[in-house]
């Protein structure tokens, strides 16, 4: 916690405690899709929280696509593993990050309204709990491998290839 002291006219003074909000840092952020026609794609990334309190991450939005979601893969009764919205968002722990990754949890872009062009930068803003709105230049990667070393996840093929750096500024 963070203590704030005000001097009153040089009578009194008042002490304010404020909660330390979570700190929000973005790395190593790129967007996808599987093609010049797709209707869809992702944008992943490591997001760290540096504060001392966890934060949670419960929306996004982007000009690019019609409706953006927070999504996860789970695994279906036949085994197959299946795209689901995540509506609660994902836990940004305290000291710690969350990994937004091809075949786990990711941001979801459906109904494209722009082509996703290799190296063309896409402003994402990630909404929080605590930290509040964060846009994020997210670069468009269309031939980074995936930790696996194959370029596909259960959104169709994605391509292959290497990695882009996003980066970040804080908008509240």
Do not use: C, W
Request: charged share 20%; glycine share 14%; no cysteine.
């Amino acid at each position: 916690m963070f203590i704030r002291t005000l001097a009153l006219s040089g009578l009194t003074t008042l002490a304010l405690t404020l909660p330390a909000l979570a700190e929000i840092e973005v790395k190593d952020a790129y967007a996808r899709s599987s093609g010049p026609m797709a209707m869809a794609g992702a944008a992943f990334m490591e997001i760290v929280n540096t504060g001392e309190e966890d934060d949670q991450l419960i929306g996004a939005k982007a000009g690019v696509a019609k409706r953006v979601e927070l999504h996860t893969h789970i695994a279906g009764d036949d085994g197959v593993m299946k795209m689901r919205e995540v509506e609660d968002g994902f836990t940004i722990p305290a000291g710690g990050s969350h990994m937004l990754q091809r075949g786990g949890d990711h941001v979801m872009f459906m109904g494209l309204t722009e082509t996703f062009e290799q190296g063309k930068m896409i402003p994402v803003t990630l909404v929080f709990e605590k930290a509040g709105e964060i846009v994020v230049e997210v670069p468009v990667d269309l031939e980074r491998q995936d930790a696996m070393g194959h370029g596909k996840m259960g959104h169709g093929t994605m391509g292959d290839g290497n990695m882009g750096n996003g980066a970040m500024k804080q908008s509240n």
